[in-house]
């Protein structure tokens, strides 16, 4: 498995398959912002929509095939040169329970280190398998958010805030 960061050039022709990525975790009943029903194609125009230049995108691949992709984004506020946030932490359904996504965090944590980065954080629904996931790898839960959003079937889910300092 590689993990790499995607320069502009590879995130632009990896739309396709992030987009896959992304349906895939939606149709899962993943909390990552979209609802039923999803499809690629919905998935690639959203990820059309971000920047690399303002956030840097983390994909794992293994035989050439993107199996996961992360984001990191710095926080814009002036006041806040030293915090990241991570989002679209995905693995297709087909490449979990391999340790991909604990490689990508490293390897956001790694960067967010190198560009002198103390603090990372994020959301995640809350008591689902991801929260106990985050948990593992050294992340704390600051609290929950009661009825923050709706799952992809449209129930409505708690939110738990996490974050990390490096």
């Not at 794992?60 to 946030?85: F, K, T, Y």
């Not at 103390?118 to 991801?130: C, E, K």
């Not at 790898?137 to 974050?163: H, K, N, Q, V």
Request: hydrophobic letters at 45%; charged letters at 20%.
């Amino acid at each position: 498995m590689r993990v790499a960061l995607l320069s502009p050039a590879e995130f632009r022709a990896a739309m396709p398959r992030l987009g896959e990525i992304l349906a895939d975790a939606v149709v899962g009943g993943a909390g990552v912002s979209f609802m039923l029903p999803f499809s690629a194609a919905e998935g690639a125009a959203w990820w059309a929509g971000v920047d690399p230049a303002k956030k840097q995108v983390f994909a794992a691949s293994q035989d050439g095939q993107i199996a996961g992709v992360v984001i990191l984004e710095r926080a814009w506020q002036p006041n806040q040169p030293h915090r990241g946030e991570i989002s679209k932490l995905l693995v297709h359904r087909s490449f979990r329970r391999k340790g991909i996504g604990k490689l990508l965090l490293q390897a956001v944590e790694r960067e967010a280190r190198a560009q002198g980065l103390t603090l990372l954080n994020f959301d995640t629904v809350a008591g689902s398998p991801a929260e106990a996931f985050y948990r593992s790898l050294g992340f704390t839960c600051a609290g929950t958010i009661p009825g923050y959003a709706y799952s992809p079937d449209g129930r409505l889910d708690d939110t738990a805030i996490f974050y990390k300092q490096l």
